[in-house]
């Protein structure tokens, strides 16, 4: 009987446990079908944004406030020095080569007269006394021509007839004038031999550097063998092509020595006054331009020697050309143009006449006509025209 309680007792317990669990679980699950609501949303407005922070997104460009101005031109040419002469001097006579004077060798300056070598003149000396022996011949020849003529015409006088005779052979007049040409032709044949024994004595023919010699003691030379190359040392030239717009720019005047001019090494700093000798009056076919010759006197006795065959930069103050721009170089695209800035920001493009640069500057012809412009100092490749940027002042 008390083991039937206790059994009854546990069941009730297990029982209402067993409810309560369900209970918990039913009014979750309710809870979970019944819908949520919905979060509300509030729609606010955004602000405009300030004029500050929309100039701050627009992309900054640098400008440099440029006026229309007057500038003294300068043309800038390239060219090689030359010498005025470049000889390749020949010999007009053959004979072997019998001495060298010790001022004939290479890099050595030779003045004009001086004896630079000597060659065998043996034959040339027999030349000269069988051309002497023929002209004393000839002379004989004529003298006894003459006598003759005048012992004809005697004779002639003294026949008693009238008139002059049939044939001038009568007279020996074509015999003297025979003689005569005979003499004068000994006389030439003389000269030539004078000439030629005077030209195996070899002479510089100007003031000259050795720039090459070819012979030696020993050497045979044939008539218009090589002796050697000399450059003129009195000047060297430099011939300057220029386009039609560097013409435009030099000083309005005929007398082209007025110019101004210096040349410079390109490879150094060192300069030389030149002055301007002539103009060329042609076009080259290669380059399609005009040349100025430029001229420096006794180029190796300068402070600084000018060498043949230095490549270098002449400068030539131009005109004054009134109503340019002054830009940087970096200011004109690689297509020419010129992009400026206006009042309101936006960005215009034209094309650039540049007239002539000087070290870093470009001159130009003006691309707006009112007052001062405001131009972009380095232009990009994304830059459109109407496209609105932050200018700021540099320069």
């Keep these: 009987m008390k083991k039937n ?16 669990v369900a209970a918990y679980n039913g009014s979750h699950i309710a ?28 992309q900054q460009v640098a400008v440099q406030t440029t006026s ?22 020949t010999s007009e006579v053959s004979g072997r080569v019998k001495s060298l004077a010790e001022s ?11 004896v630079i070598a000597k060659l065998d003149d043996t034959s040339y000396q027999q030349a ?20 003759q003529g005048e012992q004809a015409k005697s004779e002639w006088e003294r026949s008693g007839l009238d ?8 007279l020996r007049k074509p015999q003297l004038v025979s003689a005569q040409a005979t003499l004068n032709n000994a006389q030439q044949a003389l000269k030539k031999a004078e000439k030629d024994l005077e030209d195996t004595v070899i002479r510089a023919p100007f003031d000259a550097l050795v720039v090459v010699r070819e012979i030696q003691p020993g050497s045979y030379l044939s008539t218009g063998s090589n002796i050697a190359t000399l450059y003129s040392v009195d000047r060297v030239e430099v011939e300057i092509p220029l386009s039609d717009q560097q013409w435009a720019n030099l000083p309005k005047t005929d007398d082209v020595s007025e110019w101004h001019i210096t040349v410079q090494d390109t490879t150094s700093e060192h300069q030389w006054q030149a002055r301007v000798a002539r103009t060329s009056q042609h076009v080259t076919q290669d380059t399609r331009q005009r040349s100025l010759i430029a001229v420096v006197d ?16 002449a400068k030539l103050t131009g005109a004054k050309i009134d109503q340019l721009w002054e830009v940087p170089a970096s200011a004109l695209s690689p297509q020419g143009d010129i992009w400026t800035v206006d009042a309101q920001g936006v960005l215009q493009k034209s094309s650039a006449h540049k007239l002539f640069e000087r070290q870093d500057k470009v001159y130009v012809s003006p691309t707006l006509t009112d007052g001062a412009a405001q131009v972009v100092m380095r232009p990009l490749s994304n830059f459109q025209v109407g496209m609105k ?3 700021k002042e540099e320069g």
């Design 68 to 89: 229309s101005a007057s500038y003294q031109a300068e043309v800038i040419g390239y060219g090689e020095t030359k010498p005025r002469y470049d000889l390749s001097f």
């Design 163 to 170: 008139g002059e005779p049939s044939s001038p052979l009568v």
């Design 5 to 20: 309680a206790i059994t009854y007792v546990i069941t009730l317990a297990a029982a209402g446990s067993i409810f309560a």
């Design 389 to 391: 940027v932050t200018p």
């Design 104 to 114: 004939f060798e290479t890099g050595r300056i030779i003045k004009k007269g001086e």
């Design 128 to 147: 000269v006394s069988q051309a002497k022996a023929d002209v004393a011949s000839a002379r004989l020849a004529l003298l006894e021509e003459q006598r």
């Design 31 to 58: 809870r979970a079908k019944t819908p949520q609501e919905k979060p509300t949303t509030e729609v606010v407005e955004q602000a405009p944004q300030s004029n500050i922070e929309q100039t701050l997104k627009l």
């Design 298 to 313: 006794y180029p190796l006795e300068q402070e600084t020697p000018l060498y043949p065959g230095t490549f270098v930069q």
